[in-house]
């Protein structure tokens, strides 16, 4: 699948375990940027992750530069409350192109400097600013591959669900 998602020096193992689980649900490789606040042996992170982790293609970066390297021929989707275009509002449909949605970290987000450097890349997700200062980040993690797929028309996704025992009675 053509969709990423990156975090840039995860702090908190369960946001990172939650986030496994959503990639692991719609085929979506996770990227980490190293240092994490944690190590990915953490139970808190396992038990978030539950027995998902089998299914994550998970990808290390021993820095931004390093992931930079392996994501240079795909797009780039930075998400922050400083970004100028709502999410929604961007083409995500092709899909053989790899869209990249990176994340910063949940204390001080992506570094200032790389979000200048890409400033036509930054997306953001509308809300209220008067009251929170940003949005959970497994949160806007979902909000984001979702968006894609929808756009991408869930290629490759189970639309419908059907039980066994359910399926018997008709």
Not at 25 to 34: D, G, K, M, R, S
Not at 48 to 77: P, S, T
Not at 145 to 154: D, K, P, W
């Amino acid at each position: 699948m053509p969709n990423h998602i990156v975090l840039y020096e995860p702090q908190i193992p369960a946001n990172t375990g939650n986030i496994a689980r959503t990639c692991a649900a719609t085929n979506t490789t996770l990227h980490l940027i190293e240092p994490l606040g944690f190590s990915t042996d953490d139970k808190h992170l396992k038990r978030a992750g539950l027995d998902y982790w089998n299914d994550v293609a998970i990808q290390y970066h021993k820095n931004l530069a390093a992931f930079l390297e392996v994501a240079n021929k795909g797009k780039l989707h930075l998400i922050t409350k400083f970004g100028h275009e709502v999410y929604s509002d961007v083409d995500l449909k092709d899909t053989k192109e790899d869209h990249y949605f990176i994340f910063g970290k949940e204390t001080t987000g992506l570094p200032e400097e790389f979000m200048r450097e890409h400033e036509e890349d930054c997306l953001r997700i509308p809300m209220n600013d008067e009251h929170v200062r940003s949005l959970n980040l497994s949160n806007t993690a979902a909000i984001l591959i979702y968006e894609a797929l929808r756009q991408q028309e869930f290629q490759n996704m189970e639309l419908t669900h059907h039980y066994g025992e359910i399926d018997k009675l008709d």
